[in-house]
Protein backbone atom coordinates (compact mmCIF):
# COMPACT_ATOMS: atom_id res chain seq x y z
CA UNK A 1 0.00 0.00 0.00
CA UNK A 2 1.47 3.93 -0.52
CA UNK A 3 2.08 5.65 1.82
CA UNK A 4 4.59 8.55 3.01
CA UNK A 5 6.53 9.38 6.13
CA UNK A 6 7.80 12.54 7.16
CA UNK A 7 10.41 12.04 9.75
CA UNK A 8 10.23 15.21 11.59
CA UNK A 9 7.44 16.56 13.02
CA UNK A 10 9.08 20.34 14.02
CA UNK A 11 12.39 21.70 11.89
CA UNK A 12 13.93 24.97 13.09
CA UNK A 13 15.99 26.83 10.62
CA UNK A 14 17.68 30.56 11.11
CA UNK A 15 16.38 32.96 8.37
CA UNK A 16 18.91 32.47 5.65
CA UNK A 17 20.12 29.07 6.25
CA UNK A 18 18.93 26.14 4.07
CA UNK A 19 15.77 24.38 4.98
CA UNK A 20 15.25 20.06 4.78
CA UNK A 21 12.49 18.45 5.17
CA UNK A 22 12.33 14.78 4.99
CA UNK A 23 9.60 12.62 3.45
CA UNK A 24 10.20 8.58 3.03
CA UNK A 25 7.33 6.79 0.68
CA UNK A 26 6.52 3.54 0.33
CA UNK A 27 4.58 2.36 -3.03
CA UNK A 28 4.36 -0.90 -5.13
CA UNK A 29 4.58 1.14 -8.37
CA UNK A 30 6.10 4.95 -9.27
CA UNK A 31 4.03 7.09 -7.49
CA UNK A 32 3.20 10.67 -7.96
CA UNK A 33 4.59 12.43 -4.92
CA UNK A 34 3.37 16.22 -3.75
CA UNK A 35 4.37 18.55 -1.17
CA UNK A 36 1.91 21.14 0.28
CA UNK A 37 2.23 23.83 2.35
CA UNK A 38 -0.38 24.67 4.59
CA UNK A 39 -0.41 28.28 6.71
CA UNK A 40 -2.70 29.08 8.89
CA UNK A 41 -6.31 30.39 7.90
CA UNK A 42 -5.55 29.43 4.49
CA UNK A 43 -5.92 26.44 2.24
CA UNK A 44 -3.07 23.85 1.52
CA UNK A 45 -1.14 25.39 -1.42
CA UNK A 46 0.69 22.79 -3.47
CA UNK A 47 4.47 23.77 -3.64
CA UNK A 48 5.85 21.26 -6.10
CA UNK A 49 5.15 17.48 -7.99
CA UNK A 50 6.89 14.46 -9.48
CA UNK A 51 5.26 11.96 -11.65
CA UNK A 52 7.99 10.56 -13.17
CA UNK A 53 9.40 12.96 -15.66
CA UNK A 54 12.65 14.65 -14.21
CA UNK A 55 13.77 13.55 -10.76
CA UNK A 56 14.54 16.94 -9.66
CA UNK A 57 11.67 18.63 -9.46
CA UNK A 58 11.23 22.76 -8.95
CA UNK A 59 8.81 24.48 -7.33
CA UNK A 60 7.37 27.48 -6.01
CA UNK A 61 8.94 29.94 -3.76
CA UNK A 62 12.31 28.24 -4.32
CA UNK A 63 12.31 25.00 -3.13
CA UNK A 64 13.16 21.97 -4.73
CA UNK A 65 12.34 17.91 -4.15
CA UNK A 66 14.69 15.24 -5.71
CA UNK A 67 13.11 11.31 -6.08
CA UNK A 68 15.46 9.00 -5.14
CA UNK A 69 14.07 5.59 -6.19
CA UNK A 70 16.85 4.16 -4.46
CA UNK A 71 15.96 5.69 -1.01
CA UNK A 72 12.24 5.53 -1.51
CA UNK A 73 12.84 9.09 -0.69
CA UNK A 74 11.62 12.71 -1.71
CA UNK A 75 13.26 15.41 0.55
CA UNK A 76 12.62 19.31 0.12
CA UNK A 77 15.11 21.65 0.06
CA UNK A 78 15.49 25.54 -0.56
CA UNK A 79 18.35 26.94 -0.54
CA UNK A 80 17.73 29.91 1.75
CA UNK A 81 15.16 30.18 4.47
CA UNK A 82 12.75 33.41 4.92
CA UNK A 83 10.60 34.02 7.43
CA UNK A 84 7.21 33.60 5.11
CA UNK A 85 8.49 30.22 4.90
CA UNK A 86 6.79 29.31 8.13
CA UNK A 87 3.94 26.51 8.05
CA UNK A 88 3.29 23.27 8.07
CA UNK A 89 4.31 21.28 5.28
CA UNK A 90 2.85 18.16 3.75
CA UNK A 91 4.70 15.10 1.44
CA UNK A 92 1.97 13.54 -0.02
CA UNK A 93 1.33 10.58 -2.45
CA UNK A 94 -1.49 9.77 -4.73
CA UNK A 95 -3.17 6.39 -4.18
CA UNK A 96 -2.62 4.04 -6.81
CA UNK A 97 -2.06 6.89 -9.07
CA UNK A 98 -5.96 8.24 -8.99
CA UNK A 99 -6.69 11.66 -7.83
CA UNK A 100 -6.91 10.50 -4.27
CA UNK A 101 -4.16 11.56 -1.91
CA UNK A 102 -2.19 10.24 1.03
CA UNK A 103 -0.87 13.22 3.19
CA UNK A 104 2.29 12.27 5.51
CA UNK A 105 2.05 13.57 9.01
CA UNK A 106 3.34 17.08 8.18
CA UNK A 107 6.25 18.89 9.38
CA UNK A 108 6.22 22.03 11.41
CA UNK A 109 8.93 24.68 10.07
CA UNK A 110 9.76 27.78 12.27
CA UNK A 111 12.09 30.16 11.05
CA UNK A 112 13.85 32.11 13.69
CA UNK A 113 15.31 36.04 12.29
CA UNK B 1 -5.50 27.47 -10.11
CA UNK B 2 -8.90 27.69 -8.65
CA UNK B 3 -10.37 29.39 -5.75
CA UNK B 4 -11.89 27.74 -3.29
CA UNK B 5 -14.11 28.68 -0.27
CA UNK B 6 -15.84 27.40 2.60
CA UNK B 7 -18.18 28.40 4.45
CA UNK B 8 -18.32 28.36 7.86
CA UNK B 9 -14.35 29.37 8.75
CA UNK B 10 -15.54 28.39 12.40
CA UNK B 11 -18.92 26.69 13.99
CA UNK B 12 -19.62 25.79 17.61
CA UNK B 13 -22.61 23.62 18.08
CA UNK B 14 -24.15 21.28 20.47
CA UNK B 15 -23.94 18.37 20.82
CA UNK B 16 -26.67 15.99 18.95
CA UNK B 17 -27.51 19.26 16.59
CA UNK B 18 -26.50 18.78 12.69
CA UNK B 19 -24.11 21.47 11.09
CA UNK B 20 -23.87 21.70 7.30
CA UNK B 21 -20.36 23.41 5.96
CA UNK B 22 -20.41 24.45 2.54
CA UNK B 23 -17.65 23.97 -0.05
CA UNK B 24 -17.57 26.08 -2.79
CA UNK B 25 -15.98 26.84 -6.21
CA UNK B 26 -15.56 30.06 -7.24
CA UNK B 27 -14.05 30.19 -10.62
CA UNK B 28 -14.36 26.73 -12.44
CA UNK B 29 -17.07 23.84 -12.79
CA UNK B 30 -16.09 20.84 -10.11
CA UNK B 31 -17.31 17.43 -11.28
CA UNK B 32 -15.23 15.93 -8.21
CA UNK B 33 -14.29 17.56 -5.10
CA UNK B 34 -13.04 15.41 -1.98
CA UNK B 35 -13.46 16.07 1.81
CA UNK B 36 -10.91 15.75 4.57
CA UNK B 37 -10.56 15.71 8.04
CA UNK B 38 -7.57 16.80 10.30
CA UNK B 39 -7.25 16.41 13.62
CA UNK B 40 -4.83 18.65 15.62
CA UNK B 41 -1.36 18.74 15.37
CA UNK B 42 -1.70 15.54 12.35
CA UNK B 43 -2.56 14.29 9.18
CA UNK B 44 -5.02 14.96 6.73
CA UNK B 45 -7.67 12.01 6.36
CA UNK B 46 -9.95 11.71 3.14
CA UNK B 47 -13.28 11.22 4.14
CA UNK B 48 -15.31 10.44 0.99
CA UNK B 49 -15.09 11.87 -3.00
CA UNK B 50 -18.09 13.74 -3.83
CA UNK B 51 -19.27 13.65 -7.26
CA UNK B 52 -21.62 15.80 -8.93
CA UNK B 53 -25.12 14.44 -9.95
CA UNK B 54 -24.34 11.19 -8.00
CA UNK B 55 -23.90 9.69 -4.98
CA UNK B 56 -20.48 10.31 -2.78
CA UNK B 57 -17.74 7.34 -2.16
CA UNK B 58 -17.08 7.18 1.24
CA UNK B 59 -13.46 5.77 2.91
CA UNK B 60 -13.52 2.67 4.71
CA UNK B 61 -14.58 3.45 8.77
CA UNK B 62 -16.29 6.88 7.71
CA UNK B 63 -20.44 6.79 8.23
CA UNK B 64 -22.10 7.82 5.58
CA UNK B 65 -25.14 8.32 7.15
CA UNK B 66 -23.57 10.26 10.01
CA UNK B 67 -21.65 12.64 7.46
CA UNK B 68 -23.71 13.33 4.29
CA UNK B 69 -22.62 14.69 1.37
CA UNK B 70 -24.54 16.18 -1.21
CA UNK B 71 -23.03 17.45 -4.03
CA UNK B 72 -25.68 19.10 -6.19
CA UNK B 73 -24.04 21.69 -8.48
CA UNK B 74 -20.95 22.36 -10.36
CA UNK B 75 -19.89 24.67 -7.80
CA UNK B 76 -21.18 23.85 -4.35
CA UNK B 77 -20.80 20.54 -2.40
CA UNK B 78 -22.13 20.42 1.46
CA UNK B 79 -20.96 18.49 4.05
CA UNK B 80 -23.82 17.77 7.12
CA UNK B 81 -22.21 16.33 10.39
CA UNK B 82 -25.57 14.89 11.50
CA UNK B 83 -26.26 14.09 15.57
CA UNK B 84 -22.87 15.88 16.68
CA UNK B 85 -20.83 14.38 19.39
CA UNK B 86 -17.61 15.96 20.57
CA UNK B 87 -15.50 13.54 19.28
CA UNK B 88 -16.28 14.79 15.25
CA UNK B 89 -14.39 18.03 16.28
CA UNK B 90 -11.81 18.58 13.95
CA UNK B 91 -10.72 20.95 11.14
CA UNK B 92 -12.81 20.11 7.97
CA UNK B 93 -11.00 20.58 4.50
CA UNK B 94 -12.29 20.41 1.03
CA UNK B 95 -11.15 20.59 -2.53
CA UNK B 96 -11.97 20.48 -5.83
CA UNK B 97 -10.50 19.02 -8.63
CA UNK B 98 -9.41 19.94 -11.76
CA UNK B 99 -9.10 18.03 -14.73
CA UNK B 100 -6.01 19.05 -17.06
CA UNK B 101 -4.96 16.32 -19.40
CA UNK B 102 -3.44 13.78 -16.96
CA UNK B 103 -1.75 16.30 -14.79
CA UNK B 104 -4.66 17.09 -12.54
CA UNK B 105 -4.46 18.48 -9.15
CA UNK B 106 -6.76 19.40 -6.24
CA UNK B 107 -7.52 23.15 -5.20
CA UNK B 108 -8.00 23.27 -1.01
CA UNK B 109 -10.49 25.32 0.67
CA UNK B 110 -9.38 27.41 3.89
CA UNK B 111 -11.44 24.33 6.24
CA UNK B 112 -13.97 25.02 8.92
CA UNK B 113 -13.47 24.26 12.70
CA UNK B 114 -16.44 22.57 13.91
CA UNK B 115 -16.73 22.05 18.35
CA UNK B 116 -19.12 20.24 19.40
CA UNK B 117 -19.52 21.48 22.83
Known amino acids: AQSVTQLDSHVSVSEGTPVLLRCNYS??????LFWYVQHPNKGLQLLLK??????LVKGINGFEAEFKKSETSFHLTKPSAHMSDAAEYFCVVSYYNTDKLIFGTGTRLQVFP | GAVVSQHPSRVICKSGTSVKIECRSL??????MFWYRQFPKQSLMLMATSNEGSKATYEQGVEKDKFLINHASLTLSTLTVTSAHPEDSSFYIC?????????????FGPGTRLTVL
Open chain 2, 95 to 107: SVLLLAGGRNEQF
Open chain 2, 27 to 32: DFQATT
Open chain 1, 50 to 55: YTSAAT
Open chain 1, 27 to 32: SSYSPS
